[in-house]
């Protein structure tokens, strides 16, 4: 049984029907999963349905809102592991895991890509334009990086400082 549709945009909702029609209730669930090319795959379906049902339901959403939406799914924090797995996936020779695990590894960084965007908008001087064209920045910057020589964690293991530093290089070029 479907929740009775909500006549305004409601994110939890769009939540609810993913989960029904993907399986998994959360994506935190499907993150305790083991991490295999099914997950990646889980993940990719998981949000690619997130995404259908939510603009169904609000057509007009931007970019910036549909993505704080997909991270306001997420944990507070990503396993490191869950990382190194999208970063392996990210670095195959075989195409299609590839693909996968760069559409996992920016998943999985989208709160820290928002950040930076976040930290960069001034809302008296940017337009939502603006903001938008910062975010896609901060992706292009990441997926750039994951393309050329792919991202190495730190000894301390943070992976997420290394995403911001990329996107907010990325971010910074694009604004000056």
Do not use: W
Request: glycine share 2%; with cysteine.
């Amino acid at each position: 049984m479907s929740p009775e549709k909500p006549k305004s945009f409601d994110p939890r909702y769009a939540l609810r029907q993913t989960a029904t029609e993907s399986n998994p209730s959360s994506f935190g669930e499907l993150l305790k999963t083991e991490l295999t090319e099914e997950f990646l795959e889980e993940a990719a379906n998981y949000f690619d349905r997130f995404i259908e049902v939510t603009k169904e339901n609000n057509p007009d959403i931007r970019t910036y809102e549909l993505f704080r939406t997909m991270a306001d799914q997420l944990p507070k924090r990503i396993p490191f592991e869950a990382q190194q797995k999208a970063l392996e996936a990210s670095a195959s020779m075989d195409s299609k895991t590839k693909r996968l695990g760069q559409q996992a590894f920016l998943l999985l960084n989208m709160k820290t890509l928002l950040t930076v965007v976040d930290r960069h908008f001034k809302e008296d001087v940017d337009s939502k334009d603006d903001r938008e064209e910062m975010l896609h920045q901060a992706i292009i910057a990441v997926c750039e990086k994951l393309s050329e020589n792919g991202i190495t964690p730190t000894i301390n293991r943070n992976i997420s400082n290394k995403v911001f530093y990329i996107a907010r290089k990325g971010v910074a070029e694009h604004v000056t």
